[in-house]
């Protein structure tokens, strides 16, 4: 097996338009949710009326053209590859050797339904061709694909919110196994939109602080009242470390390990017991080949649902027992929202973040810790202790997905 290792990162979120920015304003405590003004909410009377929206738009980014051609998410996406291609350096690789894992939860879901608004309103031959190529849940991986020439390879996770979690784990074994010398890997999602906010508001699973949506996103807080949409997309290029070191390239990390399970539960709710996600974490030091003693960070999936919340905790608790106490644990949705299935990539990038410069950024919102869950959560910017030690990020979806990385200074 063949080690890998993080050689560029790129990111749109509600935080920034690139890693940068949004690492900046993740250490700075700021929020990225607001008050959406879009004329939409008042006409379909959402109960919902917020969201972490990108900071930047990906159509400012990308030529009128390119924007035209691809669904919010797939702009998204690659506005965030690309970054991620730069600051690898651009890695000369032959195309057969270049792979793409980019992931989504939910697709193409502005197209799909302005495409079918057009059907009723102005008829078929309104339609627009390019429809379902935009709307393919495959979309953003084949703009990647397609954009960076790759030919060993376009994939394409769908698993909610496990989603970016899963597609950097299959890129990170496709590179160990030999199938692959890089891969572009990550998530993507633009879903602030009437019908999911109003599907998600309608299983109470959405935040409803409409009056102050800076502070609606509150992982662990005894007052929590559910997640936060958000949309973005993060990129990570991975690379055998051969070919990092033969070119000389930046390394970010290592990352040891990229796991998945499933709790064959409930289609919504996770296993109040954290079976599935204990195994998911627990594989993942397998193949780091690491112990849960070995872990010193944890950047949590902590949507701020009230059930949610705690059944990670129980995971957690499963996985490193004793240790547990000894976790430093970052909630990072809490300024950033849910970006449903770009949430493990953007969070992949900030656990990297963390581990390479040795400093967790604060969780915000958190006013009032709930007892049931006695986890170390810092609320200032808090230094680590031992660059030796292990980070993970966990990911967990509707249908009961769990998707653990686990990453190691090198």
């Not at 031959?125 to 954009?147: E, S």
Request: glycine fraction near 8%; include cysteine; charge should be negative.
């Amino acid at each position: 097996m063949r080690r890998v290792v993080v050689t560029g990162l790129g990111a749109s979120t509600p935080l920034g338009g690139d890693v940068a920015t949004s690492w900046a304003a993740l250490l700075a405590g700021e929020s990225g949710v607001s008050t959406l003004e879009q004329d939409w909410v008042a006409r379909y009377e959402l109960p919902v009326t917020f969201a972490g929206q990108a900071k930047i738009k990906a159509t400012e980014l990308l030529t009128p053209q390119e924007a035209k051609r691809l669904d919010p998410s797939s702009q998204f996406a690659l506005v965030a590859a690309r970054e991620a291609w730069a600051d690898a350096g651009s890695p000369k690789v032959e195309p057969e050797r270049l792979a793409v894992d980019f992931a989504t939860g939910i697709g193409g879901v502005w197209t799909l339904l302005d495409a079918f608004d057009t059907l009723k309103e102005r008829g078929p031959r309104r339609v627009l061709p390019m429809t379902v190529p935009m709307l393919m849940p495959n979309g953003p991986a084949a703009a990647i694909g397609m954009d960076l020439h790759a030919r060993a390879g376009v994939h394409t996770a769908v698993s909610a919110c496990a989603s970016g979690n899963e597609a950097i784990a299959n890129a990170f074994h496709r590179i160990a196994r030999g199938e692959a010398d890089v891969v572009v890997a990550g998530g993507a999602e633009a879903a602030i939109h009437p019908l999911p906010i109003a599907s998600f508001a309608a299983m109470h699973a959405l935040s409803r602080r409409n009056d102050d949506p800076q502070s609606a996103s509150r992982p662990y807080d005894l007052n929590r009242d559910g997640f936060v949409m958000g949309e973005g997309a993060g990129a990570l290029v991975l690379e055998t470390l051969e070919s990092a070191q033969a070119r000389g390239a930046k390394i970010y990390c290592e990352i040891v390990g990229g796991s998945v399970t499933s709790d064959a539960f409930h289609i919504t709710a996770p296993d109040p017991e954290g079976s599935g996600a204990a195994r998911a974490i627990l594989m993942a030091l397998e193949q780091a080949d690491s112990k849960p003693s070995d872990v010193e960070h944890v950047n949590a999936h902590a949507t701020s649902t009230p059930v949610g919340d705690i059944a990670e905790y129980t995971a957690i608790k499963r996985a490193f027992q004793d240790h547990t106490d000894n976790l430093v644990v970052s909630a990072t949705k809490s300024a950033t929202g849910h970006l449903l299935g770009g949430a493990g990539a953007i969070e992949a990038i900030f656990t990297i973040l963390a581990l390479t410069q040795q400093r967790v950024t604060p969780t915000i919102n958190l006013d009032s810790q709930d007892p049931a869950i006695p986890l170390n959560v810092p609320t200032q910017i808090t230094n680590l202790s031992r660059p030796d030690a292990l980070a993970i990020s966990n990911s967990f979806g509707f249908g009961g997905h769990n998707a653990v990385l686990a990453f190691r200074n090198i």
